[in-house]
């Protein structure tokens, strides 16, 4: 139990193109999502929570313009890379936790994004 | 701010036990989790423990906590080559989101 699914697994495009990555959870309701970034051999770094319904809480020094985050339903949340450039290049991961806070988070398999 | 720390490397040798060691600094952190990133990959929850619990056992993988100390350790018996991969510690202390602090992860490498 408790899978979550992240698509697509690896994008390449080119400077300017707005990529959308999907994370849903497969076999619970996500009530809580988070999205991540990890440089490589670095540890993940949070971006954003997001609560089904409700505007995404960004961390500090995280673009919200940039990076949109949408959490309409209780399995599907989804980050848009906004007009990507190469240093937005990353492995984007998101997590999903059901029911209240004392659950674990569980994982996608991330998204490998390139910008050319 | 709250602070998790591993060491950046180990070594084992298959059939060894590997045991993965972490410390933290928030004294409020409630759960304490490892998960298991392999290359390329997300994360796998592999176990978490509750921090009124001193040890908690899965199968191959025993989780000891401190909480005087506040250091946890992940021991894995009879490692094997597929269990080379980068372990995270991670804890979450009371609040409204919960969110998890990370460690820097550490790198296991399963000798032949």
């Known amino acids: 139990g408790a899978v979550v699914s992240q698509h697509p697994s690896r994008v390449i495009c080119k400077s300017g193109t707005s990529v959308k990555i999907e994370c849903r959870s497969l076999?619970?309701?996500?009530?809580?999502m988070f999205w991540y970034r990890q440089f490589p051999k670095q540890s993940l770094m949070l971006m954003a929570t997001s609560n089904e319904g409700s505007k995404a809480t960004y961390e500090q020094g995280v673009e919200k313009d940039k990076f949109l985050i949408n959490h309409a339903s209780l399995t599907l949340s989804t980050l848009t890379v906004t007009s990507a450039h190469p240093e937005d290049s990353s492995f984007y991961i998101c997590?999903?936790?059901?029911?209240?806070?004392?659950?674990?988070?569980?994982f996608g398999d991330g998204t490998r994004l390139s910008i050319l | 701010g709250e602070d998790v720390e591993q060491s950046l490397f180990l070594s084992v040798r298959e059939g060894d036990s590997s045991v993965i060691n972490c410390t933290y600094t928030?004294?409020?952190?409630?759960?304490l989790y490892w998960y298991k990133q392999e290359p390329g990959a997300g994360l796998q929850l592999l176990t978490y423990?509750?921090?009124?619990?001193d040890m908690k056992q899965d199968q191959r993988l025993t989780v000891l906590l401190n909480k005087k100390d506040k250091h946890l350790s992940l021991r894995i018996a009879d490692t094997q080559t597929g269990d080379s991969a980068i372990y995270f510690c991670?804890?979450?202390?009371?609040?409204?989101?919960?969110?998890?602090?990370f460690g820097s992860g550490t790198q296991l490498t399963v000798l032949p």
């Open positions: 997590s999903a936790r059901e029911g209240n806070s004392n659950q674990p988070q569980h």
């Open positions: 076999d619970f309701q996500a009530t809580t």
């Open positions: 928030d004294s409020s952190s409630t759960y």
């Open positions: 423990i509750f921090s009124n619990m």
């Open positions: 991670a804890e979450s202390a009371l609040g409204s989101a919960r969110q998890l602090t």
